[in-house]
């Protein structure tokens, strides 16, 4: 069903990258509802999902954005809020909260996302340009 949706839409993005980013944020999600499970604290867990859940709140922003501008501007966003998820995810480990083999999948999707968010705003940065 999601993928029919995210196929009449036509943005500035592959869908298949939105998707990912969607599915990013789910699995963010999930990782919070672990942690308030264990009744860990509530601020943590509200930012993880707060910083989770906007990476693919900005993608789809992103994609849909009415300038160049504002495209680069919802992705610089993006990479901003997968460094702070990563920071909580990280702190999930260390505080012993979670296992980091548990982690490892969700923290190599947020590098590959943020490796993908980086190019293209390298890409798409108007000093980058050649006349």
């Known amino acids: 069903m999601i993928r029919e949706l995210l196929a009449m839409a036509k ?3 592959k869908s298949e990258f939105v998707e990912r980013a969607e599915v990013f944020s789910d699995r963010c999600v999930a990782v919070a509802e672990r942690l308030d499970r ?3 604290f509530r601020r943590i867990i509200d930012q993880l999902v707060g910083a989770g859940t906007s990476v693919g709140a900005n993608i789809c922003e992103a994609d849909e ?3 160049d501008k504002d495209f680069r501007k919802s992705l610089a ?4 809020e997968l460094r ?3 920071f ?3 702190l999930c480990i260390r505080r012993d909260w979670l296992k ?3 982690l490892a999948p969700l923290l190599a999707e947020l590098d590959e996302i943020k490796r993908i968010v980086g190019s293209i705003l390298t890409k798409t ?3 980058n340009k050649s006349d």
Do not use: H, Q
């Open 100 to 102: 980091s083999n548990k």
């Open 88 to 90: 909580f995810l990280r």
């Open 125 to 127: 940065d108007p000093r």
């Open 77 to 80: 966003i993006v990479s901003k």
């Open 11 to 13: 943005g500035r993005l």
């Open 38 to 40: 264990d009744r860990r």
């Open 84 to 86: 702070e998820t990563g």
């Open 65 to 67: 954005a009415m300038s």
